[in-house]
């Protein structure tokens, strides 16, 4: 079973600033099968970055992500207010189908 | 556009079983699967299962076979998801999602059903 791994478990950031997070796997992990997802308080989660690179519609492209094997990062190259959420990242394997990393928390500093 | 409506909160008590329902609009029913996501209070991301929708084969999380089963009816586009013998520690929101790309994303979700389950 892949096992990913988010660091840091929490990001404490200013708007304007540079968010950098960081998704691990324990197996390698094929590039067109990293996903990352955005959720809010109390919302479904949201569709960011699929094939570890690629804006899911209507993304801002201050979103994006990069890359491969067992290291993929998510960045948000300047934060803007409705920023400030939790992030996970997924892969889809073989079993179990998928897997999601525990999230990252990125709050308002 | 694409939407997944989900029906409604749920309460249980220990041992019953819930039917969790997820009605399709905005595309091609048959022509994508659907997975059910999970999440306890406060906790992650928990993948239970994946369903095609045009012939309903099944992939369960192993952890939950046994427990659930995953259903779809193409004359209303609905998917369902049904969690049996109920303990507390399966309270969470159910979220079905839409499998898009080449299997590999959630592209679409669902609102998110709670299910509570208390004694």
């Known amino acids: 079973e892949v096992v990913l791994t988010q660091s840091p478990g929490t990001l404490s950031l200013s708007p304007g600033e540079r968010a950098t997070l960081s998704c691990r796997a324990s197996?390698?992990?094929?590039?067109?099968?990293l996903a990352w997802y955005q959720q809010k308080p109390g919302q479904a989660p949201r569709l960011l970055i699929f094939g570890a690179s690629s804006r899911a519609t209507g993304i801002p492209d201050r979103f994006s992500g990069s890359g491969s094997g067992t290291d993929f990062t998510l960045t948000i190259s300047r934060l803007e207010p409705e920023d400030f959420a939790v992030y996970y990242c997924?892969?889809?394997?073989?079993?179990?189908?998928?897997?999601f990393g525990q999230g990252t928390k990125l709050e308002i500093k | 556009q694409v939407q997944l409506v989900q029906s409604g909160a749920e309460v249980k008590k220990p041992g019953a079983s819930v039917k969790v329902s997820c009605k399709a609009s905005?595309?091609?029913?048959?022509?994508?699967?659907i997975s059910w996501v999970r999440q306890a209070p406060g906790q992650g991301l928990e993948w239970m299962g994946w369903i095609r929708a045009y012939n309903g084969n099944t992939n369960y999380a192993q952890k939950l076979q046994g427990r659930v089963t995953m259903t779809t009816d193409t004359s209303t586009s609905t998917v369902y998801m049904e969690l049996r013998s109920l303990r507390s520690d399966d309270t969470a929101v159910y979220y079905c999602?839409?499998?898009?790309?080449?299997?590999?994303?959630?592209?679409?979700w669902g609102q998110g059903t709670l299910v509570t389950v208390s004694s």
């Open positions: 197996q390698t992990v094929g590039s067109s099968y």
């Open positions: 999602a839409r499998v898009g790309g080449f299997g590999e994303r959630f592209d679409n």
């Open positions: 997924q892969q889809f394997g073989s079993s179990p189908m998928y897997t």
């Open positions: 905005g595309y091609t029913f048959t022509s994508y699967g």
